[in-house]
């Protein structure tokens, strides 16, 4: 393999996207495409004649040359400050920074760049993120082997979680069938299936079978035939329990029943089964074809062999499985909830939306938690939040702008209105002019790590690794910290447990330290 051209290699190294073998063919970084049949053979044929090496254009030549590399590094920084910061991830600048020094060859440059690598090797973003890495790997080997693979799906419900999930079902080869009340709620999910595959799958063949793959089914037939029926409608104990009444008698004695729900737990939504022991929870996040996690949840009536065939369809859908407790809000909402109640707080206190944004992103977030909430959708955050809120005893804040919106169904994204008006899947947000307040970091920060803590304590997972993870791959929390845990521990937990101790002197008892600190000492 050999990087040619400044132009590829920099944009690989700088982006860290990887590329197909045509792809990579095309533009140089391999000499031959072969077969695993015809591996051996090319090898040796290209060891004893080896073609002639590849040399740039004269025109990337010319670019990566001495007189002309100071012209272009002012624009490569400017490409990489659009997506990350130094002081986060500082890798991309310091290929930035070798470039402009030495270019492309020569014995200096690739002494300079080792020692560049060793450095970075040793900084906490290094350390980091091949922690993420490692939880990415348990995660993944958690889910093992399903004595019965999961190959056709039956999902009742087509918003836009229902429809998604079936939609990514039947991209990853599941035969997939659709329930909702009519037409009518179903073409919208069709559609964005097609547009999923059209974006996913070059190969019209495969697009097609991937679309003929997914059929809707208004009166439910799909319920006898599938392996798992998935519920993903709205959150309501009664009309689930009514729902589960009318599919459990039509299905498959080895089939299990998975919800959706994103908060509520599974004990009573199960307390009118006659198989308890095969209702399990399939959390998934929106968008589906986007977060990687799914939050597999037993409760204590749940079969371990129905939550180990959740975990392995996790896997088959190349999502991973995060094993954990039924609870309110199970792990990821649990812990979101007191972030997003905080940034709510914030807004009543006057700080603008657009600060309150900015400063969480400044913090590595990949959003700002009004954004968020713009995103998940405010009818969602609002009825989850209530729920969670109320099964834990917590008082939320005021939320009178945030119902005035759901009434008047600004949702958010999906509405094109919420907090923020959304053109073209982005939202459109005034310039933060104002100055953040000094605490505000700390203020929603700290509230979801002491709420990691809570779910320590309450062993709703495993470990702490676990829940670094969750939140990591749930929420997208600042991957260069290593999870909101090991972020408190490179802190300090004494220096933690201060602040929020100075917090909750100065807002109210919702900052006290959880008893749990003590677990992470």
Avoid at 229 to 257: C, G, N, T
């Amino acid at each position: 393999m050999r990087l040619v051209g400044v132009r590829p290699a920099m944009e690989l190294m700088l982006t860290g996207k990887p590329v197909r073998a045509q792809k990579a063919a095309q533009i140089g970084l391999v000499d031959r495409l072969v077969s695993a049949q015809e591996l051996e053979g090319a090898a040796r044929s290209m060891a004893l004649s080896p073609p002639p090496p590849r040399r740039a254009s004269f025109f990337e030549r010319l670019l990566s040359s001495a007189p002309i590399r100071p012209f272009i590094r002012p624009a490569l920084l400017r490409q990489v400050q659009q997506r990350a910061r130094r002081d986060q991830y500082p890798a991309p600048f310091a290929i930035v920074d070798l470039w402009a020094r030495f270019g492309a060859h020569g014995d200096a440059a690739f002494e300079a760049e080792a020692r560049s690598i060793a450095e970075l090797f040793a900084t906490a973003t290094a350390r980091n993120l091949i922690r993420v890495f490692m939880l990415q790997d348990r995660l993944k080997a958690s889910a093992g082997k399903s004595a019965t693979p999961v190959k056709r799906v039956h999902v009742v419900g087509a918003g836009v979680m229902g429809g998604d999930i079936a939609a990514w079902s039947a991209l990853r080869g599941c035969t997939v069938t659709l329930q909702d009340r009519s037409m009518e709620f179903l073409q919208p999910a069709l559609d964005r299936a097609r547009a999923l595959f059209e974006k996913r799958i070059r190969d019209p063949a495969k697009r097609a079978a991937a679309v003929g793959r997914l059929t809707a089914d208004i009166e439910g037939t799909g319920v006898a035939l599938a392996d798992v029926v998935i519920e993903a409608i709205f959150e309501d104990i009664e009309a689930k329990q009514a729902l589960y009444a009318r599919l459990e008698p039509h299905m498959q004695p080895s089939a299990w029943l998975a919800t959706n729900t994103s908060s509520l737990t599974l004990e009573p939504l199960a307390a009118r089964l006659a198989r308890p022991e095969r209702l399990v929870g399939l959390h998934f996040f929106n968008p589906v074809a986007q977060m990687p996690l799914i939050e597999v949840v037993r409760a204590e009536h749940t079969d371990p062999a129905i939550a180990q065939a959740a975990s392995a369809f996790a896997r088959r859908l190349d999502k991973l499985p995060l094993p954990c407790r039924s609870a309110p809000g199970f792990l990821v909402n649990r812990v979101l909830m007191p972030y997003l109640h905080e940034a709510m707080f914030a807004a009543q206190e006057g700080v603008p939306l657009a600060v309150i944004d900015a400063a969480a992103v400044d913090f590595g977030m990949p959003m700002g938690p009004i954004e968020l909430a713009d995103v998940v959708g405010l009818d969602v955050a609002l009825h989850v939040g209530e729920i969670i809120a109320a099964e834990l005893g917590r008082a939320p804040p005021e939320l009178g702008e945030l119902k005035t919106r759901v009434a008047a169904r600004q949702l958010g994204k999906k509405t094109q209105q919420g907090f923020y008006l959304w053109a073209d899947g982005k939202p459109v947000k005034p310039a933060a002019s104002a100055a953040a307040p000094v605490d505000l970091v700390d203020r929603m920060i700290l509230a979801l790590v002491n709420e990691c803590v809570a779910c320590l304590r309450e062993r709703i997972v495993e470990d702490a690794d676990l829940i670094d993870a969750a939140v990591i791959f749930g929420t997208g929390f600042a991957p260069f910290r290593g999870g909101p845990l090991t972020y408190a521990r490179d802190v300090g937990v004494a220096t933690i447990t201060q602040r929020l101790g100075a917090l909750a002197q100065r807002y109210g008892s919702r900052f006290r330290p959880d008893a749990g600190w003590a677990l992470l000492t």
